[in-house]
């Protein structure tokens, strides 16, 4: 995607996450509350350094808490069952097709005669010539539904990020350390360091 069309995707996103919430809660009132990946002592606080994804989980809190995201993420879930149906079904029908092909090469070249082995050999080559015609409309489809996925990924990848990113904005706001205790930790430093001093001079 360009640049104009991610930040019109971003900006669809950002209202899209607003009325979504309105729409999970009566009074219209976006939740406010700390997200459960974020608070202190969760499971995910403690141990997404090693492997667990935080913005997935963001993005799943979001999911729960919106019939419109769930909805998407279901229908996502069947497009890419019904992806893997539509490439079985061509995979096996083309599997067939060459591995007859195949076979029927096989068994002309046994044939002694080498101009009926020829002859042989040309009928099936014509005939697969023509078949591999036959599916080109299908294969443009595949490529097209192959195409829609990419697309697909690219705008959920995008999605998750845009839904959370204000989230995690929310929280570097809101839990920013007060410098108080980082002031009287130096101060303390800064004792030792002169007292250290005093007992060097001795």
Known sequence: MNRITIIVFATFAVVFLSCTQRKANPDAVVKTETPDALKD????????????????????????QSADLKKMEEDLSTINTNTDEVNTVFTKYNGKSNSYYGSAGNIANEISDSTMRKDILRIIGNSKFRYDEKPAGIKTLLERIARNNSNLRDQHAALKIVLTLPLIEKFQDENLPKSKEFNELIREQGKLMDRMDSLWGK
């Open 41 to 64: 002592g969760s499971e995910l606080t403690k141990t997404y350094r090693s492997g667990q994804n935080l913005t997935e989980e963001l993005y799943k809190e979001l999911v729960d």
